[in-house]
């Protein structure tokens, strides 16, 4: 009897770690044909953050490595917030079906890609102290104005090991560019 | 204890000290082999040059009328015939020339007719911090021709010193002086103009590890084609940074690193830039837009631009460069080039500061040399 219950809670175990391994945080939508995407424009980014140039970096670093991968080109950010002026969009963080396919059809783009950094910057816990990012993204598509491939991301902070033996943290930069890494594994995956 | 059984003092001949200090005075004598030699004027020293007032890009006060004092001392003991200054006060005051970082069409044609001037040479002050030690200073000039249809620049340099930039043996090589630090880049600078107009090329001396400046995202267009020679305008970068001119330093850094290679680019003069910008009025906003690239693809007849966004420029403590380069195509109207980059001068630093990086000059300058550099060898 001992034996049953030990092995009801070992299988217990297995199957809320298997659960972890999926991918959390990601939505593609099935429907959607990825190949069809060629041209996006990667609107501003909100920040929770407040101030500074925290969401100007994450979709700088986005930018240019989304254009790296030579998949998909990405519009100039000056040409973006010409269409954006033009289109007269309200909010570029969160832009309605409406304006998403105004400013498409203005700018020859396939989709647009909005962002908020919910977390830039320093963490601190007791006397550790380490830098954080934290992401979340989405894709929408210019014909119709859906949501087609949404995705989130959070690198850095505090591990056991800064807590039991300190220093350690990586720089900013560094954080940054695996989040954004990350995000684009995301998307082509 | 026997202890001095193991040591035997012999006597050291006279004769010893002899080589040793001929080589003391040998050493002396090629700090000394390092000022300019008075070249003849036949290497452009019979060019007459109006030496314009000093821009000042560094976002503080700084002594701007005794840089360019030291600046004409230096061209004058080269030996340059120099506009002198009441006809170029005249001139400037006549006309209602306020800028003085570059030379438009027309401000050209205007030196060269009422003030005489066969070159006119432009210096903008990056950076200069008299007040803390070590005293900084960064410097760019160039030499733009006014004469022909178009000025066209004739040799570009930038220097970036540090007051402990060579420390020397028991720190002699400091400097503490900030004039002191200005006039040894300016020699810097005049040696370079000199060896320039003289047809001697130099190479600027390169950081080492300079594959620390590789950027972390590269993008290369099929449209971009190496071989071919490009007409390009380098226009001011979008500057989201907390440093003021960022941009217009960023735009100085590639324009002179693009200059290196004549046989690729055919750069075109700030100047010109500018006065287009004020004409058609175009303000960026988040960059340039496709519909102004094609007005001045158009007017100054290029074939590429240079641009993009400064996300940080910091001189103070360790200093950072975080810059987006894009180059933008003028037929597909396309990015044919982006790279990122993130940089600081302590990057790769490991051992008693070896390779450390004082000045974000040093630092934006290598990181437009890698861009450029590749841009060239990219096949």
């Known amino acids: ?135 979340s993204i989405q894709m929408i598509e210019g014909q119709t104005g859906r949501i087609v491939w949404s995705a989130d991301v959070t690198k850095g902070g505090i591990t056991v090991m800064d807590r039991l033996f300190g220093g350690g943290a990586e720089p900013m930069n560094v954080i940054t560019q695996k989040a954004v890494n990350d995000l684009i594994k995301k998307l082509f995956m | 204890m026997t202890l001095s059984k193991n040591f035997s003092c012999k006597p050291v001949s006279f004769l010893f000290f002899i080589p040793l200090l001929a080589s003391f005075f040998f050493v002396q004598g090629c700090a000394t082999s390092r000022t300019v030699a008075p070249i003849s004027r036949a290497d452009g020293k019979d060019m007459t040059i109006a030496v314009m007032p000093v ?185 989201v940074s907390d440093r003021r001119n960022a941009g217009q330093i960023m735009q100085m850094h590639f324009t002179e690193q693009l200059l290196r290679h004549p046989e690729n680019f055919e750069v075109l003069e700030p100047g010109l830039i500018r006065h287009e910008f004020l004409n058609i009025r175009i303000i960026q906003w988040d960059g340039i837009s496709i519909e102004n690239a094609k007005l001045l693809f158009a007017l100054l007849d290029a074939d590429l631009i240079v641009t993009g966004k400064v996300l940080e420029y910091r001189d103070t403590g360790d200093p950072l460069v975080a810059v987006n380069v894009i180059a933008i195509e003028r037929k597909s109207r396309q990015i044919v080039w982006s790279s990122t980059e993130y940089s600081s001068g302590s990057d790769d630093v490991y051992f008693f500061d070896t390779g450390k990086i004082s000045t974000a000059h040093t630092i934006a300058s290598e990181m437009a040399r890698w861009v450029v550099e590749d841009m060239i060898k990219r096949n």
Not at chain 2, 128 to 141: E, N, Q, R
């Open chain 2, 55 to 239: 821009q000042n890009l560094s976002g503080v006060d700084a002594p701007l009328n005794r840089i360019r004092r030291i600046i004409l001392e230096n061209l004058r003991r080269q030996g340059f015939h120099l506009v002198p200054d009441s006809v170029l006060d005249d001139t400037m005051a006549k006309h209602r020339i306020r800028y003085v970082g570059g030379i438009s069409m027309e401000m050209a044609g205007i030196f060269k007719k009422e003030a005489g001037a066969d070159a006119v040479l432009a210096t903008s002050l990056e950076l200069y911090d008299g007040t803390h030690y070590p005293p900084k200073v960064a410097l760019f000039s160039r030499l733009v021709a006014a004469g022909g249809p178009r000025p066209k620049i004739l040799w570009m340099d930038s220097v970036a010193m540090s007051g402990d930039d060579s420390p020397g043996l028991l720190e002699t090589g400091l400097v503490y002086n900030p004039y002191v630090l200005v006039g040894k880049a300016v020699k810097r600078l005049a040696l370079s103009l000199c060896n320039a107009l003289a047809g001697v090329k130099t190479s600027k001396p390169g950081v080492t590890m300079a594959g620390r400046f590789k950027p972390d995202d590269l993008f290369v267009s099929p449209i971009w084609d190496p071989a071919r020679k490009y007409k390009v305008l380098v226009i001011p970068f979008y500057n």
């Open chain 1, 1 to 135: 009897m001992a034996d049953l219950k030990k092995l009801s809670l070992l299988i217990a175990i297995l199957v809320s770690l298997a659960g972890c391994g999926g991918n959390s945080g990601v939505y593609h939508d099935k429907n959607m044909d990825f190949g069809a995407i060629h041209t996006v424009a990667i609107l501003p980014f909100g920040s929770l953050e407040g101030g500074g140039t925290a969401a100007e970096m994450v979709r700088d670093d986005f930018m240019g490595s989304l254009l790296a991968t030579g998949a998909i080109y990405v519009i100039p950010s000056g040409e973006v917030a010409h269409g954006i002026g033009i289109t007269g969009m309200q909010s570029p963080m969160a832009p309605s079906t409406d304006e998403v396919k105004k400013f498409c059809s203005l700018e020859k783009a396939d989709a647009v890609i909005t962002g908020i950094v919910k977390e830039y910057g320093q963490v601190r816990n007791g006397s550790a102290e380490s830098d954080k990012i934290a992401v």
